[in-house]
């Protein structure tokens, strides 16, 4: 089957809007091997990769186990909040 040029620039754009946390499962071969590596569930791991992002309390071992840097981990909102100086 052929696709057309569009099919191919959607892949490579989908490629760069994958979370911090697909990433990091991407990293280490799966969501268990990741939870392995961190010390918690492969639930705890969906749970992160569902809402997009690494808790808190896990962001070194996570940013150490995968390469990943923290800052694509870390909740948005906290991004933001630190980026705009309002605390």
Request: aromatic share 10%; glycine share 6%.
């Amino acid at each position: 089957m052929l696709y057309s040029w569009g099919f191919y620039k959607e892949l490579e754009l989908s490629d760069t809007t994958k979370t911090g946390i697909e990433l990091a499962i991407e990293a280490v071969g799966s969501q268990e091997a990741l939870a392995t590596a961190v010390g918690c569930t492969q639930q705890n791991v969906s749970f992160w990769k569902r809402q997009g992002f690494v808790p808190v309390e896990h962001l070194v071992v996570v940013e150490q186990s995968t390469g990943v840097p923290r800052a694509q981990l870390i909740n948005p909102r906290i991004s933001e909040i630190f980026a705009n100086n309002t605390i």
